[in-house]
């Protein structure tokens, strides 16, 4: 997997790239560990260079979700394509986490 | 594709970092096929939810990590399709899994809990339209897993 990092306005944007199974989830939870070391209290994790999802990858992004919740902070998720929506909706996620459609309107909902 | 059943055999190590081969061999299976391409994925993320709790679950030998997996620690994946359906089998010699008992879990209130073991059956048995285990008297499991092509 891969990590873009880039900060808009007060929000910072992670890019994820390639597949999260269960061999490459732990390298996204070390890097998501680092991130959240710092505080962050406003992310969005752009999803749009993920093509597949299972569920060691979903326990990763509930992890973090988790985590920064209990310090105030609050994670939003976008660029998911179709499979991976239906993955959300199957295991219910899709009420709990703050989806959006683009990374912009992601970015745009902290301000709203 | 011919009307008789083919069967493809895969032999893997008890190791995650086959997981996108073997991915890569079953939706290149299922595209063949005439499944839409939600099925495929659902193929797909079923094949590797089933062998990611074989390798967590099963087998617990620390040897695991690494490429040859432990003593014995082998993935056999026997996939035998016709025009009709989809059939995966996926065999190890690890312990026993207790799938009588295996309740789907309230994914909320495991959400709240942070305790998301288990959603890897919960997503099989939703995108499978047969799950079925077996364990053979010589020590064998085999999760047998159905999709049919729908009409």
């Known amino acids: 997997m891969e990590f873009e990092r880039k900060t808009e306005s007060d929000v910072d944007v992670i890019l994820l790239k390639g597949d999260m199974d269960s061999h490459t989830s732990p390298k996204a939870r070390d890097f ?43 994670l939003k998720l976008c660029g998911m394509n179709e499979t991976t929506k239906g993955i959300f909706e199957i295991a219910k996620l899709d009420s709990i986490f703050a989806i959006y459609e683009t990374k912009d309107k992601a970015v745009a909902a902290f301000s709203s | ?20 081969l073997v991915r890569k061999v079953i939706t290149e299976l299922a ?29 617990t030998s620390e040897e695991k990590m690494s490429f040859k997996g432990g003593k014995d620690e082998a993935i056999e994946i026997k996939v035998n399709i016709n025009p009709k359906r989809i059939i995966i089998n996926i065999s190890d010699k690890g312990k ?12 909320t209130a495991h959400f709240k809990e942070m305790q998301i073991h288990g959603l890897g059956l919960y997503i099989i048995k939703n995108f499978m339209d047969e799950v079925n285990y077996e364990r053979s008297s010589d020590g064998v499991n085999t999760l047998k897993l159905v999709k049919y092509i729908k009409k």
């Not at chain 1, 209290?41 to 979700?65: H, M, N, P």
């Not at chain 2, 059943?5 to 997981?19: E, R, T």
């Not at chain 2, 595209?31 to 074989?54: F, G, H, P, R």
């Open chain 1, 32 to 74: 998501f560990a680092g991130i959240l070391k710092e505080g962050k209290k406003k992310i969005v994790v752009d999803l749009d260079g993920v093509k597949y999802i299972s569920s060691a990858g979903l326990a990763t992004l509930i992890e973090v979700f988790q985590k920064m919740h209990r310090y105030g902070g609050s």
């Open chain 2, 1 to 20: 594709m011919k009307t008789s059943d083919g069967l493809i055999y895969l032999k893997i190590p008890s190791n995650k970092f086959f997981l996108g």
């Open chain 2, 31 to 59: 595209e063949k096929m005439d499944y839409s391409q939600e099925d495929i994925a659902k193929i797909e993320l079923a094949v590797d939810e089933a062998c990611t709790n074989v390798i967590q679950y099963a087998y």
């Open chain 2, 96 to 107: 026993e899994f207790d799938f009588g008992s295996y309740k789907l879990p309230d994914i």
